[in-house]
């Protein structure tokens, strides 16, 4: 199997899982929104804990059912994880949305939001990678 066949049926399945919720549901598969609205304790929340559930299974069930090694764990401190959590979670109020809302699901819906925000969010990964990489010398 070609190396581009996994993460091609995996955007595959991201895509369909998002227009099947969309169409069942009348939701939009914005992990952020998703995960707030089970934790908040909303009346329609069965859905959501489910898909979130999904999120933490399929990995475990592809590396179960492939054979296909497990990722590295990270040498990251708890510290800049929790640094990190913090700050994703603050860009995603100011952002209205997250990376999934926006990209996947705002796009597709040809949302002029949706695409400014995601050309914001990838400037900003791709201009940070470059200056831990190579003005800070790798953190």
Do not use: E, K
């Not at 099947?20 to 304790?41: F, H, P």
């Not at 990376?99 to 996947?104: P, R, Y």
Request: hydrophobic fraction near 50%.
């Amino acid at each position: 199997m070609g190396d581009y066949l996994i993460p091609l049926t995996g955007g595959l399945l991201i895509g369909l899982s998002a227009a099947a919720l969309l169409l069942t549901q009348g939701r939009i598969a914005g992990i952020a929104g998703i995960l707030y609205g089970a934790i908040s304790g909303q009346a329609d929340n069965l859905w959501r804990w489910l898909f979130l559930a999904g999120l933490l299974i399929g990995p475990i069930l592809y590396h179960s059912l492939s054979g296909a090694p497990m990722p590295a764990a990270s040498n990251l401190s708890f510290a800049y994880a929790i640094a990190g959590g913090l700050l994703v979670g603050i860009g995603t109020r100011i952002g209205s949305g997250c990376t999934s809302g926006h990209g996947v699901c705002g796009i597709g819906r040809r949302s002029v939001r949706s695409l400014v925000a995601t050309c914001t969010f990838m400037a900003t990964g791709i201009t940070t990678v470059f200056v831990i990489r190579h003005l800070l010398g790798g953190v």
